[in-house]
Structures are given as C-alpha cells and as structure tokens.
C-alpha cells in the first residue's frame, strides 16, 4: 500500500472535523474579524489536501482485481460496525475543543494531528473512515477457504468491499491493502466458473 493512500485515507477519516472547520472559518470570515489570514489559509489547505486526498483514495480503491487471482470462499463473516464510530468519538471529537480561529490553538491543533498521523501511517491505519462508509464500503473480519480446496485451513482475514451484506460461502477475490487489511470484490455468480 502506498504512503500516500494511507495520508489520503488518515486525513479523510477526520472528514466530520474538516467540515466544522470549514464551517467555523466561514462563520468567523462572515461575521468579520480582524486578521481573516487564519481562517483563509485554514479553508485553502482543507481544499487542496482534500482534493488530493480524494483522488489518491479513489484512484487505489478502483485499481481493478484480476478474475485470475485466487478465489476464497467465505467460511464466516462479520460485519465490523463499532470501529467508525470508536475512531470518530475518541480522536475526532476531542479536536473540536481547539479554536481554528487563532493561531495560536491552530498551531496546537497541527501539533496533536502530526502525531495521530504518524500513529496511523506507524500502524497502518485506514479501516476506520467514515468516507469509505459513505461511499459504501463494509468492513468484514472473515474466516476464508481458497475455492477448490476443501481440505485447506482457513484464511482469517479483514476485508474492505463494496458490499452491504457478505454472506457465507460468497466468493471473493481480494488483494493486500496492508498487513492487517485487504480489499476485496465479490464475484456474482454469473463472473464465477
């Protein structure tokens, strides 16, 4: 996995909070004050790093799966719903208590995200986005059978897919995201031979 894919997804994990931000910088820029340099420089990084973001992620999450990769079925799987919202309660919500109007609680805000960034990108950290929610993909911790091979021992895995429902014996074909992580796509029944 790429380091930039893995930047993109840390920096749009804390989309919620981007979007306060912009809101408060907006608020503030209306409202008028006297030295807007910290609410527009704070609207212009969002933007580009965003933007960026956005399309590193899209452009790794589209990078097409062979049919001629190994094809699993699944033995078991469950759907992982409480890591989004653990993420957003525990490192997000606590960042709104900094005032993104002076420079001074900016430069502290930069402070603690630098280190929950190198945090992320030390553990490999891009499961727990709520963007990857939105654009409707699942988290799964599943337990897997390479397809032909009754007789081998199952693959436990967590897979990332576009798939609002992974039931047992779907079959899948995935490719390693990181250590821990692996995205995958189901193969509808008429794909599969």
Known sequence: MSILF??????????????????????????????????WISLALIAVVLIASVSSAAKTLKMQ????EDRYMVVAAEKDTVSTTTYLLSNVLPLLAFDFTLWFDAV????ILVFLAMLCL??????????LELAGYRLYNCSLRGKGKP?????KA????RRKQLNVNDEIIFRRLNDNLYI????APEEQT
């Open 6 to 39: 893995l930047m993109s997804m840390f920096f749009l994990s804390f989309a919620p909070l981007w979007i306060c931000i912009i809101c408060i910088d907006a608020k503030s820029l209306i409202e008028g004050t006297d030295n807007p340099y910290t609410e």
């Open 65 to 68: 799966l062979s049919p001629d």
């Open 108 to 111: 502290q805000f930069l402070i």
């Open 122 to 131: 030390l553990h490999y950290r891009c499961d727990s986005n709520v963007c």
């Open 151 to 155: 007789d081998a021992k199952g693959k």
């Open 158 to 161: 967590t897979i990332l897919i």
């Open 184 to 187: 995958a796509k189901y193969m």
